[in-house]
């Protein structure tokens, strides 16, 4: 498998309980490696942008006011097949479903607030990396 770049964002629920760390230790027992991390506010028109695919979703409004409540820590992840491997260590949308180990069966509060973002495909991963960093930011 070829080695991959994601997108990752620990989410306000994260960061307001102090879990920074606590989440990248998971990414990095997984093999990760965090090659690029800002703590940052989201501005309303950045979420709505970030989640646009998401816009006639029923809960598009809701996800975007969690989005802006506090800070988030955006990352960019690299290892190989870091995509579906970030996938993995992030376990299901809804924490009630998410496997033993994963970061939202540890850390989610519910099925919005679920701590963490990746890319769902390498398509993504690149959209959604140059929203938020320079290629200088990026060191791996
Ligand atoms: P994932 O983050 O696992 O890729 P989705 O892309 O389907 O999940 O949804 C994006 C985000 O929208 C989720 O991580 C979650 O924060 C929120 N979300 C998804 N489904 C719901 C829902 N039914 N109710 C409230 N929020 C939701
Ligand atoms: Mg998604």
């Known amino acids: 498998m070829a080695i991959e770049r994601t997108f990752s964002i620990i989410k306000p629920d994260a960061t307001r309980r102090n879990l920074t760390g606590a989440v990248n230790a998971v990414i990095e027992k997984a093999g990760l490696r965090i090659v690029a991390q800002k703590r940052i506010l989201l501005t309303t028109a950045q979420a709505e942008t970030f989640y646009a695919v998401h816009r006639a979703r029923p809960f598009f409004g809701d996800l975007v006011a969690f989005m802006t409540t506090g800070p988030v820590v955006v990352q960019v992840l690299e ?62």
């Open 79 to 140: 290892g190989e097949g870091a995509i579906a491997a970030y996938r993995d260590v992030m376990g299901a949308t809804n924490p009630a479903n998410a496997a033993e180990g994963t970061i939202r069966k540890l850390f989610a509060e519910s099925i919005e607030a679920n701590s963490v973002h990746g890319s769902d495909s390498a398509e993504n991963a690149a959209v959604e990396i140059a929203q938020f960093f320079a290629q200088n930011e990026i060191v791996g």
